[in-house]
């Protein structure tokens, strides 16, 4: 059981490239979701999905993309990366929608835009 | 809207003496309550939660928690602090009644010294 894998762990990109942040859990939880870590602002969340099939906007979607084509998996898609998109990005997840459930996180993706 | 406020960049303690890292929430309803801890260069790791019942909640690693519902606060607390409890905590919250967002606080770098 490896719980929520994110890759890659490190990347540099140069601004206006594209990347893909992958997300996979084997936990069959049904909701998985996208957060960014900067100084001092805790965790904002992204993007979330309650299902496959299903996603929705969280605080700062501005600039990313997401998709859930199987319960697995959940990529994060920066199209034209910008320097305000440089932060750590965690995948996480949780095993019902409307519950007290415990959400688990990934490693984290070191994401650094030049 | 809900938020979360740790008043504390950092909390410094002395191994063997009790600690507190310190939060205070808002919801509009009823909340559920969250402890997690980062060390270096790690995802979230969770510590413990407030779902309902006794107020006091215990978790991992000797911490606990309390619930204080007129104040407004779930501060972390643990009796003898170790050299290794040294990480970022961040609390957050979730409101039963409002769907998935989670919200985290700013973090509060524990530092415990020898």
């Known amino acids: 059981n490896a719980g929520v894998t994110q890759t890659p762990k490190f990347q540099v990109l140069k601004t206006g490239q594209s990347m893909t942040l992958q997300c996979a859990q084997d936990m069959n939880h049904e909701y998985m979701s996208w957060y960014r870590q900067d100084p001092g602002m805790g965790l904002r969340l992204i993007h979330y999905s309650v299902g496959a099939g299903i996603t929705d906007q969280g605080e700062v979607p501005n600039g990313y993309n997401v998709s859930r084509s199987t319960t697995e998996d959940f990529p994060l898609r920066l199209l034209s990366a910008a320097p305000s998109q440089t932060s750590v990005y965690f995948c996480?997840?949780?095993?019902?929608?409307?519950?007290?459930?415990?959400?688990?996180f990934g490693e984290g993706s070191w994401l650094t835009v030049v | 809207a809900q938020s979360v406020a740790q008043p504390e960049d950092q909390v410094n303690v002395a191994e063997g003496n009790p600690l507190t890292v310190k939060c205070t929430y808002s919801?509009?309803?009823?909340?559920?309550l969250f402890w997690y801890v980062q060390y270096p260069n790690r995802g979230l790791q969770f510590l413990l939660k407030y779902i309902t019942g006794d107020n006091l909640v215990k978790g991992s690693y000797g911490f606990e928690a309390e619930f204080n519902k007129s104040q407004t606060s779930f501060h972390l607390k643990k009796p003898s602090a170790l050299v290794s409890d040294s990480a970022l905590y961040f609390c957050?919250?979730?409101?039963?009644?409002?769907?998935?967002?989670?919200?985290f606080g700013g973090g509060t770098r524990l530092m415990v010294k020898p």
């Open positions: 996480a997840s949780r095993l019902q929608v409307s519950s007290g459930n415990t959400i688990y």
């Open positions: 957050a919250v979730r409101d039963k009644n409002a769907g998935n967002m989670l919200t």
């Open positions: 919801v509009s309803g009823n909340p559920y």
